[in-house]
């Protein structure tokens, strides 16, 4: 049987970042962004929390500094979809 941390979370984009994701055309980029979502979607805790706001889901914030990238994202209550809200490559 799988144990539910082995399962990968769903990435789901925000309208913002779905925009932002349309006008990355380098290669070199695309694939600095698919490794750190790939990062993000096994273990959606890996981000730093960002202070705010705890009325609603946690903004957390993930930054790759060898590939360059930066991801601000939160996770739904069940664990199973990271919406990303900003992305920075």
């Known amino acids: 049987m799988t144990s539910p941390r082995s399962r990968?979370?769903?990435i789901a984009f925000s309208d913002a970042a779905a925009k932002q994701l349309e006008t990355i055309t380098s290669e070199s980029?695309?694939?600095a962004l698919d490794r750190a979502?790939?990062?993000i979607s096994v273990d959606p805790d890996i981000g730093e929390p960002i202070p705010?706001?705890?009325t609603g889901p946690q903004l957390r914030q993930y930054t790759d500094d060898i590939e360059a990238v930066r991801v601000?994202?939160?996770?739904?209550t069940l664990r199973t979809v990271v919406i990303v809200a900003y992305?920075?490559?």
């Not at 601000?72 to 739904?76: A, G, W």
């Open 8 to 10: 990968r979370a769903r």
């Open 29 to 31: 980029e695309i694939h």
């Open 37 to 39: 979502l790939v990062v």
């Open 52 to 54: 705010g706001n705890t």
């Open 72 to 76: 601000l994202y939160f996770v739904t």
């Open 87 to 89: 992305i920075e490559v």
